[in-house]
């Protein structure tokens, strides 16, 4: 078997152009113009790479952006204090701290200071509890990627196994949640792994969609997935040869899965996507 590529560079594209008619529809109506704020603090050059994208795509559907930088050394007060600014602009709709920050702030701190309903990476504990409840205003832009991804390729999460390796607040949990919610895209039966968990390839064997978001290189091998599997790889991980790769062994699983995501070209494009689909979702709430 040769698994069916799930190409979400492609469907990236496909929903930007959705988004920029939105976003045409929107300004049209209101006159107000979509607009996001990234916020960098000190020099990080994957993270001036993933801004950078960020900006671009924004440019793309016609959401206009703010690029803020803060120098190194600043402090957790200085960011919190635009962060208020921020909240209080009412032409920026959507405001992301671009992760991480310098060790001297505290980030937990800032990410609560963002105002909820600007919160567009959907970090903010109200944020977090409306997803829980079922009832989401924002999803987190990787995990609401995934199942755009699920959704659009026509595979079924309804009473299905989705096994989730990683249990961080950015990517697996967000990701459970969002798979076990009922409707569209949900309604699956969920299990998360991570680092304590028992017997591993046991689990993922039973996997009718296996999610790896773990930051393991090529950790998933062709003996931990079930034949027919729907793999998506969050991972992204460099080697030290340079090459980017994902948490699976994209090489062999594709040998036993039914579908299966790229790294580069998979998870990536969709979760910037998300992210000006939730730009434009706030600029809706601030119009009301
Ligand atoms: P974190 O480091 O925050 O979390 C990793 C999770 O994986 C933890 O829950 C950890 O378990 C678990 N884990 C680590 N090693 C193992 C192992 N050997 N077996 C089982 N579980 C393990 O990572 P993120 O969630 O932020 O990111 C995961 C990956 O996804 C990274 O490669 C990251 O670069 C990528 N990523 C990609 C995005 C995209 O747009 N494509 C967006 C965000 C992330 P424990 O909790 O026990 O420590």
Redesign the pocket.
């Known amino acids: 078997m040769t698994a069916v590529l799930l190409d979400g560079k492609a469907l990236a594209g496909q929903i930007q152009i959705e988004i920029a008619d939105e976003v045409r529809a929107f300004v049209g109506r209101t006159g107000v113009t979509p607009c996001l704020a990234a916020v960098l603090v000190g020099e990080n050059p994957a993270s001036e790479v993933y801004v950078r994208n960020k900006q671009r795509a924004c440019e793309r559907v016609g959401v206009a952006s703010q690029l803020i930088r803060l120098g190194g050394d600043a402090s957790s007060s200085e960011l919190l204090d635009l962060v208020a600014r921020l909240n209080a602009d009412a032409a920026v709709h959507g405001i992301l701290i671009q992760l991480p920050v310098p060790k001297q702030i505290d980030s937990q701190a800032v990410l609560r200071a963002v105002s909820p309903l600007k919160d567009v990476d959907a970090f903010h504990p109200e944020n977090v509890g409306l997803l829980v409840q079922g009832a989401p205003r924002f999803a987190p832009c990787?995990p609401y990627g995934v199942q755009q991804l699920l959704i659009r390729n026509g595979i079924e999460t309804a009473g299905r196994h989705a096994v989730i390796?990683?249990?961080?607040e950015?990517?697996?949990k967000p990701m459970a949640n969002l798979l076990v919610q009922r409707g569209a895209g949900g309604d699956a039966t969920v299990t998360i792994?991570?680092?304590?968990?028992r017997d591993?390839p046991s689990i993922t064997r039973q996997a009718d969609i296996l999610i790896a978001?773990?930051?393991?290189p090529q950790?998933v091998t062709a003996e931990m997935v079930q034949r027919g599997a729907a793999v998506v790889d969050?991972?992204?991980?460099r080697l030290d040869s340079g090459k980017l790769v994902g948490?699976v062994d994209f090489d062999a699983v594709r040998n036993v899965a039914g579908h299966i995501t790229p790294v580069p070209g998979g998870?990536?494009p969709l979760?910037v996507t998300m992210l000006l689909k939730n730009t434009l979702s706030a600029a809706v709430l601030s119009v009301g």
């Open positions: 990787t390796l990683g249990r961080s950015i990517v697996g792994c991570h680092s304590r968990t591993l978001a773990i930051g393991q950790f969050v991972g992204m991980n948490d998870v990536g979760t």
